[in-house]
């Protein structure tokens, strides 16, 4: 079992309220992943961070922030909440610099967002 | 374009029967293909990883093949369990850059009966 962790595991929201979504993992890990999952859809990566004080958007145009402060924990965050961000969001870690061909992701549990 | 397509879309077999779940992919360059299962309100758990020089790779039950040369996965699931009732993902690296660039398919998922 991955330690890696997402809080909450669901949520309920009103739109235009500012939310955070949390991910820690214990590994050790440089890179962290965001990803956006509808259901019966393919993962899409929306941030990825390799290392503290790293961000970069992924493939998919989000409205959400992340931030790297610590190599353990890379937050999500919504500024204002729309019933368009529904959806599951996944965070991912992995990776050892230049051992890319090696490289696993280990996913947290995910959290479910609805927005009304 | 890249892209990882996955067939079936969904599958039902009974518990004890074998199953092999197909991955095309156009992904390119290719650098490894991964199969991750993902039980439902679950994130996804690595099964395999292959790179282009392999072309088997065993994981208990799980069994996946790797075709290079046709752009072809297929992961084999033997005796099957209810436990193995789940969303099956085929993922492609790329070695576009040393992000090692994922693309994912839509799964397929399975439903085994008991």
């Known amino acids: 079992e991955a330690d890696i962790y997402q809080t909450p595991r669901y949520l309920v929201i009103g739109t235009g309220k500012k939310i955070t979504l949390e991910c820690s993992q214990t590994?050790?890990?440089?890179?962290m992943y965001w990803y956006q999952q509808d259901p019966g859809m393919e993962l899409h990566l929306i941030h990825y961070s390799y290392g503290v004080n790293s961000t970069e958007k992924g493939d998919l145009s989000s409205e959400s922030t992340v931030s790297r402060i610590r190599t353990e924990h890379f937050p999500l965050t919504l500024e204002s909440a729309r019933p368009s961000h529904t959806s599951q969001y996944l965070c991912?870690?992995?990776?050892?610099?230049?051992?890319?061909?090696?490289?696993?992701?280990?996913f947290g549990p995910g959290t479910r967002l609805l927005v009304l | 374009k890249n892209q990882v397509e996955q067939s079936p879309q969904s599958l039902i077999i009974l518990e004890g029967k074998n199953c092999t779940l197909q991955c095309n992919y156009t992904v390119s360059p290719f650098s490894n293909l991964r199969w991750y299962k993902q039980d439902t309100g679950r994130g996804p758990v690595s099964l395999t990883i292959m790179t282009f020089s392999e072309n088997t790779k065993s994981n208990g039950r799980y069994t996946a093949t790797l075709d290079a040369d046709t752009k072809q996965s297929s992961l084999h699931i033997t005796a099957s369990q209810l436990s193995d009732s789940a969303s099956y993902i085929c993922?492609?690296?790329?070695?576009?850059?040393?992000?090692?660039?994922?693309?994912f398919g839509r799964g397929t998922q399975l439903t085994v009966w008991p």
């Open positions: 993922v492609v690296s790329d070695r576009g850059s040393t992000l090692g660039r994922l693309y």
């Open positions: 590994m050790g890990h440089d890179k």
């Open positions: 991912a870690s992995g990776g050892i610099a230049g051992r890319e061909y090696q490289e696993t992701q280990y």
